[in-house]
């Protein structure tokens, strides 16, 4: 007998430059992206998010974007979200095994 849950997608992926959550029912992907902009002489470091939902033609993405200081700011952001338990989870397992 084949374990299901084995064979699910992860709701966390981590990326080179950030990593993506999708929610527990599929229809909503925000992927966080460091990004780094330089002012004159002076580098800034920040996240930016772009968010996706999910509709019969595919993915659409959503206009606006969020930006957070660290990965761990917009952990903190989503962590109570219900809509986003599953990706939590892989995200605390993630954190576990690295």
């Known amino acids: 007998m084949i374990n299901i849950e084995e064979h699910r997608v992860p709701k966390f992926t981590e990326h080179p430059n950030g990593f993506e959550v ?3 029912d599929g229809s909503i992907k925000i992927v966080l992206q460091h990004t780094t902009v330089m002012n004159g002489s002076m580098e ?3 996240y930016s998010t772009k968010t996706w ?3 019969e033609s595919g993915w659409i993405e959503v206009n606006g974007t969020q930006t957070y200081p660290t990965k761990e700011a ?3 952001v989503i962590r109570d979200n219900e ?3 599953q990706a939590m989870r892989d995200y605390e397992e993630y954190k576990f095994n690295i």
């Open 22 to 24: 999708v929610s527990n």
């Open 74 to 76: 917009f952990i903190e």
């Open 53 to 55: 939902i999910k509709e």
């Open 44 to 46: 800034s470091d920040f």
């Open 83 to 85: 809509d986003f338990t």
